[in-house]
């Protein structure tokens, strides 16, 4: 386990973002119970011997969150680079190398987070500590939070920085976060780098499903619960709530469209006209089509289940519970509700019990091709993308509660058969070393006034 006093040196190694992302993977952050602060405080101290200024605020002394601040010319308003540093369990999973040895094995960093986000926050890592080593003074400020608990809710973490100390972002307009770089399974046909630029709201539901007990010798009746669950779970075994069409959503499919070459590109550019025809995605792999279709509507997922009493007995009530996930653009949690009353049947018990925040409407604006702008300038065979993540981030919070314009910018280039998407929470996640350079390149350009 590393410890502050075992600190790199800011000219030594400490640059690279190898380096940093091993040492971050071997800290065990894993969430529950999170325990971050070994974590956190291992990277104030790189940041302070860098002489970089860090400030620690927590509502956990075990669960800490760190704001550091690179000054700049005053000449544009502050960034804000946020990442998290809390990792999903790996228990359960059968890993072929260690999850927290952060091994460089063929070309590849082995580890829990190495994705998910230890090798992101490694690459600003690394572009901050190259600026300050080389005396680069950005045109503004350059804010870096790193924060715990963002895989369970946030709570502790960026939830308690925008509501408890919302002054350390003032003046802030632009922020990056994860997600960003994920491969859409179409690396094949082109080379993308997908940018995220909104994201899907969780919207989480209890439905409870009632009905007549008796011996579970005799048969179950029409209106028993076990029958009743049947047919609720046929009704959203499709996944969606229909169609909604979007403009940001619209815009990622016909800029996709253009991307790729004919033959594939006329498929998306037929799902973007009429996304209810089941075929038009013909041919391209089940992820990439899952991924797609969960972009034109909002989805309903059957997720975790509890009821029943004894084995011969026949329950008279099951609780369902169900992850939602409402398009961008403004659709309120009601208008979420009925439609899956609509499904389901209005007869049945629903109860919201995660409500996501609702975002301000997307804009792909000057700063949007900036973060392009770079892309192409160290990838001229790549192809930037606007994209829409059907998952959501701390980028939430910022957005919701402080007005800041968030987008999801991991640079990553890599081989056509690498999906990074398919690592996330899996066993054997794992990053190239040429992606994290790459990656750590590219920040340095965009926070030094690139590309």
Not at 142 to 151: H, N, R, T
Not at 217 to 234: C, F, H, I, K, Y
Not at 303 to 323: F, K, S
Request: net charge negative; glycine share 12%.
């Amino acid at each position: 386990m590393e410890t502050m006093e075992s600190a790199p040196k800011p000219r030594a190694q400490g640059q690279s973002p190898v380096w940093l992302a091993q040492r971050l993977i071997r800290f065990d952050t894993v969430n529950p119970p999170g325990d971050e602060a070994e974590c956190v405080q291992w990277i104030r101290g790189v940041l302070d011997g860098a002489g970089i200024e860090t400030r620690i605020v927590a509502a956990d002394p075990r669960r800490p969150n760190l704001v550091a601040r690179y000054p700049g010319r005053g000449l544009e308003p502050p960034l804000l680079l946020h990442a998290h540093v809390d990792v999903v369990p790996v228990e359960g999973q059968t890993w072929t190398r260690p999850p927290f040895a952060g091994e460089v094995v063929d070309g590849e960093l082995w580890g829990r987070g190495a994705v998910d986000m230890k090798g992101q926050l490694a690459m600003m890592l690394s572009a901050l500590l190259r600026m300050r080593a080389r005396g680069d003074v950005p045109a503004g400020d350059i804010i870096l939070a790193v924060v715990p608990d963002e895989e369970t809710g946030s709570d502790v973490g960026s939830r308690f920085l925008v509501e408890r100390h919302p002054e350390l972002f003032a003046g802030v307009r632009y922020a990056i976060g994860e997600d960003g770089g994920a491969e859409l399974g179409l690396g094949r046909h082109a080379r993308l780098h997908p940018i995220v630029v909104a994201e899907k709201r969780t919207c989480w539901v209890r439905l409870t499903v009632r009905g007549p007990g008796g011996h579970a010798s005799r048969v179950a009746p029409d209106t028993g619960t076990v029958n009743r669950l049947r047919r609720v779970l046929e009704s959203i075994s499709g996944g969606g709530l229909g169609i909604e069409r979007t403009p940001v959503v619209d815009r990622m499919l016909e800029e996709l469209a253009g991307a790729l070459p004919a033959g594939v590109g006329a498929r998306i550019e037929a799902f973007r006209r009429n996304p209810a025809d089941p075929g038009v995605l013909d041919g391209l792999d089940g992820t990439t089509v899952r991924y797609l279709r969960s972009l034109v509507q909002h989805t309903v997922s059957a997720t975790v289940l509890h009821g029943g009493t004894g084995t011969n007995v026949h329950p008279t009530e099951i609780v369902l519970e169900l992850d939602g996930r409402v398009l961008p653009g403004g659709f309120t949690t009601e208008e979420f509700l009925t439609l899956l009353r609509r499904q389901v049947g209005a007869d049945l018990d629903l109860e919201l019990f995660v409500e996501g925040e609702i975002s301000p409407p997307p804009r792909l604006d000057a700063f949007y091709d900036r973060l392009a702008a770079v892309l192409r300038s160290r990838d001229p065979e790549g192809i930037p993308l606007p994209v829409v993540t059907t998952a959501s981030t701390d980028a939430r919070l910022f957005s919701s509660r402080l007005g800041i314009q968030c987008f999801g910018w991991m640079p990553l280039r890599h081989g056509p058969d690498v999906v990074y998407r398919d690592r996330l929470h899996c066993p054997d996640e794992r990053i190239g070393v040429e992606a994290l350079e790459f990656g750590a390149e590219c920040f340095h350009a965009l926070l030094s006034g690139g590309p």
